[in-house]
């Protein structure tokens, strides 16, 4: 493989890593929610159970510190969030500590998560999944918090910048 060809794979995969990273929501719908009575709502992942993960390098196998947990929202059926939390420490149980922040049409409102890459089942990597009903309130921010098993909602409160 060339020089030059290498070099197009690898800014292939940082693209492609770039836009898995960001949130989901395109700048066009955030901008729509942001014209009309919004509000806001605000996802905190404190995670401090994570244990070691089976190793996905097969020169290396064994457990290891999970590389990141990968967080998707849902807001309704609308994907708002596709990224991840990094967990630290170094040994188990890690902690991830990470936050997200997104404007959201007022109303009530199904929230979904689903968390991968930080929980073992049986020996194998497991997918969280999580779900509550929130109220957006115009202008207040709606708090939730997951701690790697379970949501907790908070009452709209309000906006500070």
Not at 109 to 118: E, I, T
Request: charged residues 20%.
């Amino acid at each position: 493989m060339s020089t030059r060809t290498v070099g197009v794979v690898a800014l292939f995969g940082l693209v492609v890593a770039t836009h898995a990273a960001r949130a989901e929501m395109s700048q066009e719908r955030r901008d729509y929610i942001l014209a009309h009575p919004h509000g806001w709502v605000e996802l905190a992942v404190d995670d401090a159970a994570i244990p070691q993960v089976p190793s996905s390098d097969e020169e290396h196998p064994g457990q290891v510190r999970p590389a990141a947990c990968s967080v998707h929202v849902n807001l309704g059926t609308e994907p708002v969030v596709r990224a991840a939390a990094y967990p630290s420490g170094d040994t188990a149980p890690y902690h991830a500590k990470s936050g997200f922040r997104f404007p959201a049409p007022v109303g009530e409102a199904r929230l979904r998560l689903s968390y991968s890459g930080c929980d073992v089942e049986g020996g194998k990597l497991a997918t969280v999944e999580a779900e509550a009903r929130i109220l957006v309130a115009e202008n207040r921010v709606t708090t939730v918090t997951f701690d790697g098993t379970r949501l907790v909602v908070a009452k709209p409160k309000e906006n500070s910048k």
